[in-house]
């Protein structure tokens, strides 16, 4: 059974047009992360959220947003995107910042 | 310069050979994970290793914290092994506790 289920599996958008990512968790993780992947790149850290805490990575554009209303769910906010945020966006949870993280499929986006 | 560098980035092997993917970073570390993603995106954590060796069937990742080397090691490599390895390092809480990833090894195992 999915433990770490992204949907939509694909979505597409229009250039500035807002979008909101989402994922959910059975697993009761304190940890939930977002990652952007661009083809043939490693997957970037973008946000994490250690239970209701908001961890920013440094170099995230503020174009990018994420809200946790409770431990189950995360949503990325993408408010106005570029052609450059196609990417293949992934979460994934974890127990604690230094326990294995379990991925979702990810959501792969497409900017028309 | 890459916090984390892995080597090789692309690697070919016939099925039944013994394979090493090799890991280097540069920060201080409370933790590394070996992760693998099969084409189509979906991502897998393989280990998560602080000290020492771990086993998981065929594969063996082990770590040597002095050296800041890690290995991820298959033995009897089969085609569905095919995938890219990536190996990521989440740094101490007093370097800055951030994530930081290798650019990957692409692995294709041949019949």
């Known amino acids: 059974d999915a433990m770490v289920i992204q949907n939509p599996r694909y979505q597409v958008t229009q250039f500035g047009k807002p979008v909101t990512l989402s994922c959910s968790q059975t697993?009761?993780?304190?940890?939930m992360y977002w990652y952007q992947q661009k083809s043939s790149q490693a997957p970037k850290l973008l946000f994490h959220y250690y239970d209701k805490d908001f961890n920013n990575e440094a170099d995230t554009p503020d174009n990018f947003q994420s809200r946790r209303p409770n431990t189950s769910f995360c949503f990325l906010d993408i408010r106005s995107p570029g052609l450059g945020d196609a990417a293949m966006y992934l979460c994934?949870?974890?127990?604690?910042?230094?326990?294995?993280?379990?991925f979702g499929d990810g959501t792969r986006l497409s900017i028309l | 310069k890459n916090e984390v560098e892995q080597s090789p980035q692309n690697l070919t092997a016939q099925e039944g050979e013994f394979i090493t993917i090799n890991c280097s970073y540069s920060?201080?570390?409370?933790?590394l994970h070996w992760l693998q993603q099969h084409p189509g995106g979906g991502i897998v954590s393989l280990f998560m290793l602080s000290s020492g060796k771990k086993k998981h069937g065929r594969l063996i990742a082990t770590i040597n914290i002095q050296e800041k080397h890690s290995s991820l090691h298959i033995t009897a490599s089969h085609p569905r092994d095919s995938a890219v390895y990536i190996c990521?390092?989440?740094?101490?809480?007093?370097?800055?506790?951030?994530?930081?990833f290798g650019t990957g090894t692409s692995l294709t195992v041949i019949p």
């Open positions: 697993l009761n993780h304190n940890v």
């Open positions: 920060v201080g570390i409370s933790a």
């Open positions: 994934a949870t974890s127990r604690d910042l230094v326990q294995p993280q379990h």
């Open positions: 990521a390092v989440r740094s101490r809480r007093d370097t800055g506790n951030q994530f930081y």
